[in-house]
Structure formats: structure tokens, C-alpha cells
């Protein structure tokens, strides 16, 4: 089971950037998230937690939802042990407490958003994120 933790959250201005970071350790020996597969999501008050964007973990695919696209980038370290969410262009409504989460993943070039391919992850206990001026 790994271990996720989150940071880089905040409070910021409309238009304004973050970057989150998730950091995974807890890893069985000689492995790092190329055996997996790490998704960001996010939820708002009262709504139901969406999936924004992913990482595969040999290729490095990538996905992002359509509410996020050309504002969010994921990306991940050399090392393989950390996984970015830079943030651009925010907005009010990207308001909420985000999460990263790790399922084991052997698919080379594709990553899923889907809750349900993530009912079995690991999860981070999230960090909130507020875009407010």
C-alpha cells in the first residue's frame, strides 16, 4: 500500500497558478510508480468528487478532463516518486479539496479519470485548493 501525500495548495486570486505535488512512498522494493497508474481529483462542496486529470505509469500518457484541458498539466519526476499538477488560469470553480490516488497499472499508454477505476486506490488525504479574489 502506498503512501500519498499532497501539498502546493492554497488560497489564490482568479488567473492565478498552483502546483500541487503528490509524493508516493511505501514502495515494494525496486519499484516506483512506473506500476502505477496516479490520478488527481478533486471535489467541491456538495458535489460529487471528478477526476482531473492522470499519469500512466511506463509510457507516462496523460489525460485530462475537458473542464481542465489547456489550464492543467500533470506531470512527474525522473525519479518516479512524484506526480505535479501545475495549475493555470484559475478559476472560482476549480474551488475544492484535491487528491491524488495510485491503482496498480500495467496498461502502457493510457491512464483512466473515471472514479471507478479507483475504488481500490491508495489515496492522499487532500489538500484544499481556493480561488477567490
Known amino acids: 500500500q502506498l503512501q500519498l501525500v499532497e501539498s502546493g495548495g492554497g488560497l489564490v486570486q482568479p488567473g492565478g497558478s498552483l502546483r500541487l505535488s503528490c509524493d508516493a512512498s511505501?514502495?515494494?522494493?525496486?519499484?516506483?510508480?512506473?506500476?502505477?497508474?496516479i490520478g488527481w481529483f478533486r471535489q467541491a462542496p456538495g458535489k460529487e468528487r471528478e477526476g482531473v486529470s492522470c499519469?500512466?505509469?511506463?509510457?507516462?500518457?496523460?489525460g485530462v478532463a475537458d473542464s481542465v484541458k489547456d489550464r492543467f498539466t500533470i506531470s512527474r519526476n525522473s525519479a518516479k516518486t512524484t506526480v505535479y499538477l501545475q495549475m493555470n488560469n484559475l478559476k472560482p470553480e476549480d474551488t475544492g479539496s484535491y487528491y491524488c490516488?495510485?491503482?496498480?497499472?500495467?496498461?502502457?499508454?493510457?491512464?483512466?479519470?473515471?472514479?471507478?477505476?479507483?475504488?481500490?486506490?491508495?489515496w492522499g488525504k487532500g489538500i484544499l485548493v481556493t480561488v477567490s479574489s
Open positions: 499519469i500512466s505509469g511506463r509510457a507516462g500518457d496523460t
Open positions: 490516488a495510485a491503482i496498480s497499472w500495467a496498461i502502457w499508454d493510457w491512464c483512466p479519470l473515471l472514479n471507478y477505476y479507483y475504488r481500490e486506490a491508495d
Open positions: 511505501g514502495f515494494a522494493s525496486g519499484f516506483t510508480l512506473e506500476r502505477y497508474a
